[in-house]
Nanobody
Framework: QVQLVESGGGSVQVGGSMTLSCAAS????????MGWFRQAPGKGREGREA??????????RYANSVKGRFTISQDNTNKTLYLQMNNLKPEDTAMYYC?????????????????????WGQGTQVTVSS
């Protein structure tokens, strides 16, 4: 049973920084891709947006709204995915979810599609206040 557990969320002021973690367990093999998605308050599941992703080769992709501010990384030894968020803005307020793909790689160009991923965490809330 694959488990993805996010942590590190909370409240921060505009311009602040925060690091999210996603610990993966219960699987064997390789995750071909991992990503972060977010869902803003008041938006339904259809409003969930892709934030960033990293594949097994270390290739990364970012949404335009977070480029230059967010950094995704992974520690394969600890099976942990990270999201370093700097210069946070009120519009970054959302529930952040990590996701993992265990099937063979479909290519980094599919990184923003929810259907690319096989498993999801429960989410961690990030609130940015002015």
């Amino acid at each position: 049973q694959v488990q993805l557990v996010e942590s590190g969320g909370g409240s921060v002021q505009v311009g602040g920084s925060m690091t999210l973690s996603c610990a993966a367990s219960g699987y064997s093999g390789i995750m071909s891709m991992m990503g972060w998605f977010r869902q803003a308050p008041g938006k339904g599941r259809e409003g969930r947006e892709a934030v960033t992703a990293i594949d097994s080769a270390g290739t990364t992709r970012y949404a335009n709204s977070v480029k230059g501010r967010f950094t995704i990384s992974q520690d394969n030894t600890n099976k942990t995915l990270y999201l370093q968020m700097n210069n946070l803005k009120p519009e970054d307020t959302a529930m952040y979810y990590c996701a993992a793909r265990f099937k063979p790689s479909a290519g980094i160009w599919w990184w923003s599609l929810e259907t690319t991923y096989d498993d999801w965490g429960q989410g961690t809330q990030v609130t940015v206040s002015s």
